[in-house]
Each structure stands twice: as structure tokens, then as C-alpha cells.
């Protein structure tokens, strides 16, 4: 296995110094990497460059069974690789629904098998994403995908008998139920974010309330039973406010912010583009600094992508027939700098909180978000933060276009990403994975 000397970076942004990496680890650290390396190590300058732990997002959808046409996990985990992931967690919603033992171990070979990051599939809390009856949630926490994140995402469990009982049953084997907060009935036909400019372009509204009561209801029930319950893509200041509430509480609550909840606004909608339509809607510029403050003073634990691929015949529509979702693992970073390191409060070891440590917690992913030091897995990630560029979707790894941050200009780059000491990207550029 080719042997790394990555030489001048700055770990967390902290003091600079060098990184051996080899048989997976990362061997030696300063003054030791240097004169272990050898001469046959590859050396990376890294001058000016941070280095985090591997990126880990909670919440990935990879489409692939059934979607393939608009991401394969391996087009989906090569896109990650080129965000900075080493970890990803694919949501349930495929077809067939991954529910079962034999579902989630196969996303989870054929993320193996692609070699770019490591898959953890999701498991679907009711069976078929139906709502009726619970999957068989222990089958598949011990099935060779160890699933320990359980979600009906895209559909919210909004039987309380069932949210009740996939929290009581996770308990066995520290399990996490991750709610997709929507209350069906008040978002009926609901197009975009309740407000002024929905009144005003004449898009059917979805109330803050309809997500704010189905958390309010599962930190409750979280209490009574001592379950844990994780809050996926949190998006109003109420959401805030009522988590703030439950972790003062010593209820067991997570919580994730997407990228574009950060930074979009329904301001957006005004364009008609249904490259802004997303589930939970884009909300107010108030929604937006609430969740930013949510983050900053650890409220909401991660940043996730909700990465959510679509076929452009799925998109370039009108806005009522276009469907919800878009696409984020080549971008998360980027905006997680631009919002909350370069015009925000945190410094890198924040970033490599929200975005590495704090998910693989939360997801049981042991040997990702570790520390960078000597014996430690060496699946890192090497950021130059001097960087700037303009998105283009066409230049993407994913297989889908539905980028809202296309055309805008970020700060930012990922440089090179490894996955246990192989260089799943390269000075920028995707390599083939080595299995
Ligand atoms: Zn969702």
C-alpha cells in the first residue's frame, strides 16, 4: 500500500506539521512522519492546507435500488469522496424500501464494493415506509450492515403508537430513530415555506408548525420512554427553540442542519426554479440565523446534507410537478465554511465536529471522526480554505444536476480525501478505487 507523507498541513487549522500515512493508519505525526517516511512515500505539500477527520453525513440518499438512473452508490459515495466524505448514511427510500436484513446488507456491500466511502445504510422504521407496522428494526441492527440509524425519511412516522415503540425497541442496541418532521395533514399539497412570499407568488404553503409539532411530540415521547430520537434537517427557528428546550431537559435529542437551510432563503421561490424545491421547504432569513445560532451554540449537533438526487425531467418542470430535493455532498463544506467559519464563530475543529465527529457518534461509525493521531485510522480529508470557485453541477461526481448553489460562487476546496491511508481523491481528482 502506497505510503503518504503529507507534509506542512494544519491539523483542525491548528500548528502546522506532517502526517505519515500508511497500512490504513496514520503511522507517525511532526518530527517522527518525517523520518519514518522513507523514500519511498508519496509526498503531498500541503502548505496552506487544513486536515479534518473524513467528513461522515447522516443523511445520504444513494436512489440506488430502484433509481439508478439519477445515482448508483458508487456515482453517489464518489461523490462524497470529492465533498470530503469517508462515511455516508443512505436513507431507506430506495426500491424496494430498505427494510429488511437483505436490503440494507446489500447497499451496504455495493458501498464496499465502490470502495469511495464507507455506506451505512438506514433502516426504514415501518415496513415499506407504509406507516402501519414497525420493519423488522433488531434484524437489521444485526445483519452484516449493522444498521444502528433508523428512518422513514421522506414520510414522516406519524403514528405516535409507532414513534413510541421504534424508540422503546432501538433501546436494545443504542439505536437512533431519525424523524423526518412533517405533519401530513397541515402539508397537504404544500409547495414551499408558509408565509409572505408564498401568499404573494401564490405557492400553497407549508406552516413552521407542521414540523415544530411532530418534534415537540417526539422529544416528549423520547422522554417518557428514554429513547433516542435524532431530528432530521431542523429548518425553522421554532425547531430551535424546542430542542433547545428538550436537550435543558436531559431528553436524548439530536439534530441535524442541511447546508441550504443555512444559506437559502423562500426568497428564492420567487424564481419559479424548482431547483430550490426542497422537503422541508426553504424558509425565512429569521428561520436562517435561528438555525445558524442552533449550530453555533451546539443546539443542533451536525450539519447533513439531505443529499437528493433527482432526473432532470424530475426537475426542469413546473414547480407544482417538480419533485422535492437537492443535491449537496460536493458542496456541504464549502458552505459550511462560507456561512460559519469565514462570516461565522467557529474555527476548524468546530467544522471537523459538525461534520465528522458529532455524525460518526451519532451513527455507531467508530473508526471515522477520530482524532489525527499516530495508530488512528487515517481516513482524513485535506481542505485548501484559500480556494474559491464557482459551481458548476455539470463538472459534479453525482449522476444528478439539481445543485441550488449552481453559478454561486463558494469558498473552499477539498483537496485530497483518503480512506484508510488509500486516496479515494487526489490533488482534486477522483481515483480509482483500490478493492
Ligand atoms: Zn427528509
Not at 175 to 181: I, S
Request: proline share 5%.
Amino acid at each position: 500500500m502506497t505510503r503518504y507523507l503529507l507534509r506542512s498541513v494544519a491539523p483542525l487549522g491548528a500548528e502546522r506539521t506532517d502526517l505519515l500515512l500508511g497500512d490504513g493508519v496514520i503511522l507517525a505525526v511532526g518530527a517522527d512522519a518525517r523520518e519514518a517516511a522513507g523514500r519511498d512515500a508519496v509526498v503531498v505539500d500541503g502548505d496552506g492546507l487544513v486536515a479534518l477527520p473524513g467528513l461522515v453525513d447522516l443523511h445520504t440518499h444513494l436512489r440506488e435500488p430502484g433509481r439508478e438512473d439519477t445515482e448508483t452508490v458508487r456515482s453517489g459515495t464518489r461523490a462524497a469522496a470529492a465533498g470530503g466524505f469517508t462515511a455516508v448514511h443512505a436513507m431507506a427510500n430506495t426500491d424496494p424500501v430498505a427494510d429488511t436484513a437483505g436490503v440494507v446488507e446489500q447497499v451496504w456491500r455495493l458501498g464496499r464494493d465502490a470502495g469511495y466511502a464507507d455506506v451505512r445504510p438506514v433502516g426504514a422504521v415501518t415496513i415499506g415506509l407504509a406507516g402501519e407496522r414497525l420493519a423488522e428494526l433488531g434484524a437489521m441492527a444485526t445483519s452484516a450492515a449493522r444498521v444502528r440509524v433508523f428512518s422513514d425519511d421522506g414520510k414522516c412516522v406519524w403514528d405516535p403508537v409507532l414513534m413510541r415503540r421504534a424508540l422503546e425497541y432501538t433501546r436494545a442496541f443504542d439505536g437512533v430513530v431519525a424523524q423526518h418532521a412533517q405533519e401530513p395533514r397541515l402539508t397537504q399539497g404544500s409547495q414551499m415555506h408558509e408565509g409572505a412570499v408564498s401568499a404573494e407568488i401564490g405557492l400553497a404553503g407549508w406552516p413552521a408548525v407542521a414540523e415544530e409539532a411532530i418534534i415537540a411530540r417526539d422529544v416528549l415521547l423520547a422522554e417518557h420512554v428514554g429513547g433516542r430520537l435524532h431530528v432530521q434537517h431542523l429548518s425553522t427557528a421554532g425547531s430551535v427553540e424546542i430542542v433547545r428546550w428538550a436537550k435543558a431537559r436531559g431528553i436524548r435529542v439530536t439534530a441535524e442542519a442541511t447546508p441550504h437551510h443555512l444559506l437559502l432563503t423562500d426568497e428564492l421561490a420567487r424564481t419559479y426554479d424548482p431547483v430550490f424545491k426542497v422537503n422541508p421547504p426553504l424558509r425565512t432569513a429569521e428561520d436562517v440565523e435561528a438555525v445558524r445560532a442552533g449550530l453555533a451554540d451546539g443546539t443542533i449537533d451536525v450539519v447533513a446534507t439531505d443529499h437528493a438526487p433527482h432526473a432532470a425531467q424530475d426537475k426542469d418542470c413546473e414547480w407544482s410537478a417538480a419533485a422535492f430535493g437537492m443535491t449537496g455532498l460536493e458542496t456541504a463544506l464549502s458552505v459550511v465554511q462560507h456561512v460559519m467559519v469565514d462570516d461565522g464563530p467557529f474555527g476548524w475543529a468546530d467544522v471537523a465536529r459538525v461534520l465528522s465527529v458529532t455524525p460518526a457518534a451519532i451513527g455507531g461509525v467508530t473508526d471515522h471522526g477520530r482524532p489525527l493521531e499516530a495508530g488512528e485510522p487515517a481516513s482524513l480529508v485535506l481542505v485548501d480554505p484559500a480556494a474559491r470557485s464557482v459551481v458548476d453541477p455539470a463538472a459534479q461526481a453525482t449522476a444528478s444536476r439539481n445543485s441550488p448553489f449552481a453559478g454561486r460562487e463558494l469558498p473552499g476546496a477539498v483537496r485530497w480525501t483518503f480512506l484508510r491511508g488509500h486516496a479515494t481523491l487526489a490533488d482534486g481528482v477522483l481515483t480509482e478505487a483500490d478493492r
